[in-house]
DNA sequence: CTTAGTGCAAAACCTTTGCAACTCT
DNA sequence: AGAGTTGCAAAGGTTTTGCACTAAG
């Protein structure tokens, strides 16, 4: 949150209540993924006055000064996570087909994958996504665990 | 298209001209990305009547049956590419933050470490996909090659 | 013939934008 | 005071849906 205060006040961009509340609600639900509807419904909740055109561009802003990453998981709305700094631990998702649950996976393997397409491509790489798509356990068992 | 007939057949669809024409899209321009409004220009050009909608309905459809995969390259729309299923060949894709080109990369180097998270997370892994994202070579030189 | 598929227009989403009022610094 | 910020409402863009009509099997 200090953090938050630097990282405008060096771009002179303001801190607001309603910028405080939006970074609160991340660092109040760290253990989710909450797109700018999910922001709206939890400030909304706890009686903020708070615009979704706001939350729009706070989260906007947010993923600029890279407080927050954006993450697409293909439901229809892009969800945020909070960017931790300090360590650049790479945690990448599974997702899961039947119930849209996602869970995070800690772990970066791909460091020599990433330097050796990085010398193929001529690409100048700075960051990268890995998702494995399946079905979480309880959603095997709803299905039966067939193999389909 | 052979397998396409098939698979609409082993569900009683129907092989229509408008599911031809947009699968017949696909194969000619194999080396893109199209979305939905791009296979509507590219058989609108061709004098097509095809409607909008019936597009977005068609490729829906062919994904679920594993003909396209549908992709998202954090553009406003879905992508899709041919489903090759001849080989279970991965390929996965650069996307450059500057420009917005993709380029795909072939090898998948990732069947141990999706084997370690299945095993982990008790997910039965189906998929998975692999986004690298950075600067192509000639956003790099316009950009100057500076390290931000 | 019967059922699925089509095109159109309208609706439903998510997200962005214009603008007057407002508020951090 | 002044630049940036907000909330609202309207507009934008993509995708979905209802429905009468058409066409594939």
């Known amino acids: 949150m200090a953090e938050l205060q630097a990282k405008l006040h060096e771009r002179r961009y303001k801190l607001t209540p309603q910028r405080i509340q939006i970074l609160q609600a991340f660092l109040d639900n760290h253990t989710q993924h909450l797109c700018a509807e999910d922001v709206y ?10 615009g979704l055109a706001t939350i729009y561009r706070t989260l906007e802003l947010l993923s600029e000064l890279e407080v927050l990453h954006k993450m697409d998981f293909g439901d229809g709305c892009s969800r ?8 650049p631990h790479h945690h990448h998702h599974l997702i ?10 800690e772990g970066d393997l791909l460091e020599t994958l990433e330097a050796m397409v990085a010398e193929k491509s001529n690409f100048r790489i700075v960051d ?4 494995f798509y399946g079905y979480c356990q309880e959603c095997q068992k709803d299905r039966g665990d067939r193999s389909e």
């Open 41 to 50: 419904g939890i400030l909304r909740s706890k009686s903020s006055e708070i």
């Open 80 to 87: 945020y996570e909070i960017n931790e700094t300090s360590v």
């Open 96 to 105: 899961c087909l039947e119930c849209g649950k996602v869970k995070e996976f």
């Open 128 to 131: 990268h996504q890995l998702k």
